[in-house]
């Protein structure tokens, strides 16, 4: 799961890479469209100011500059949507990083908790063969003790 967890914090930040890469090319677009914009309206300025304009050439020069401020206002829109979805990507890359963080603490609580395990196992282990070696003196003494007695009655009996 972990490693689940690591593929997919992998795919997420070369998604956002690439999106980071998408963002610059759109800055970059922009940064162009703007630039453009302003080329054609210092161009068309300049061609008012050597001639009259007929109402067919303003007509032109507005749809130009509508055309080209829609162009910008795309691009924007397309960045603003862009930079949503990079920020979603990094709240999920967020997300799968904390995963990752309570994942491996789970694992160290639970190798923790099964060496405590064993440990348990082991001193139950040893206290088992401890009482059993006392139970087998216990037994000992106990028949070495009948054997004396058995011998003190013989031996009174003899007397």
Same mark, same amino acid.
């Given at each position: ?21 998408l963002l610059t ?6 940064s162009l469209a ?26 032109? *020069? ?46 160290l609580d639970l ?5 405590? *395990? ?42």
């Amino acid at each position: 799961q972990i490693e689940d967890h690591k593929k997919s914090a992998k795919e997420i930040n070369s998604e956002m890479k690439d999106h980071k890469d998408l963002l610059t090319d759109i800055e970059r677009d922009i940064s162009l469209a703007v630039k453009k914009e302003n080329e054609i309206l210092e161009s068309i300025d300049s061609i008012g100011q050597q001639e009259n304009l007929s109402q067919s050439r303003m007509e032109e *020069y507005e749809t130009l500059k509508a055309q080209s401020r829609k162009e910008t206002q795309d691009k924007r829109d397309s960045m603003e949507a862009f930079s949503r979805k990079l920020n979603a990507v990094k709240t999920k890359v967020e997300t799968a990083q904390s995963a990752e963080k309570i994942l491996k603490q789970r694992l160290l609580d639970l190798k923790e908790t099964k060496d405590q *395990y064993i440990k348990r196992k082991q001193a139950t282990e040893i206290n088992i063969r401890n009482s059993e070696s006392e139970r087998i003196k216990f037994e000992n003494d106990l028949k070495g003790i009948s054997e004396n007695e058995e011998r003190d009655r013989e031996q009174s009996a003899k007397l």
